[in-house]
């Protein structure tokens, strides 16, 4: 069974509850009707380490790459592999941005709830040379 703590309680020990869960593990808490998950930044990118981003590559009669990513309806184009892969990782933040900043209406919609975690990811990577790296690629038609 979840171990819950109480609001209050969270309120009058702040400093306790963050230093414990830095260090010792994350939190559950109850305010009302409200159930909060307490965690650290590390917790978090170990959360979503299962979530890949993944992508198919067809090569065009111009000779350019096009990646079209799986998970998010996101698709660039590029000379070559690197610049494609850079562009994706580019749209890719630039995408969790958005969501992030309107999150109340984006998080809420049904057919966007499954980006949730890959919204979270990129933001937690922070880096587009690091998402664009992290990007699986497989052939798609050519």
């Not at 057919?111 to 922070?126: C, D, E, Q």
């Amino acid at each position: 069974m979840l171990q819950l703590m109480n609001a209050t309680d969270v309120r009058k020990d702040w400093s306790t509850v963050v230093d414990t869960t830095v260090r010792v593990k994350p939190l559950f808490f109850k305010r009302t009707r409200d159930y909060v998950f307490l965690s650290d930044f590390h917790f978090m990118e170990e959360l979503l380490a299962g979530y890949t981003y993944s992508a198919v590559r067809m090569k065009e009669e111009d000779g350019s790459i096009t990646l079209a990513l799986n998970e998010i309806d996101l698709v660039e184009n590029g000379k070559d592999e690197n610049e494609v892969r850079l562009k994706l990782a580019s749209s890719i933040l630039e995408y969790a941005e958005d969501f992030y900043s309107d999150f109340s209406y984006w998080g809420s919609a049904p057919n966007r709830k499954s980006h949730i975690p890959y919204v979270f990811k990129a933001l937690f990577i922070g880096d587009i040379q690091k998402i664009g790296e992290s990007i699986r690629c497989q052939a798609g038609k050519i």
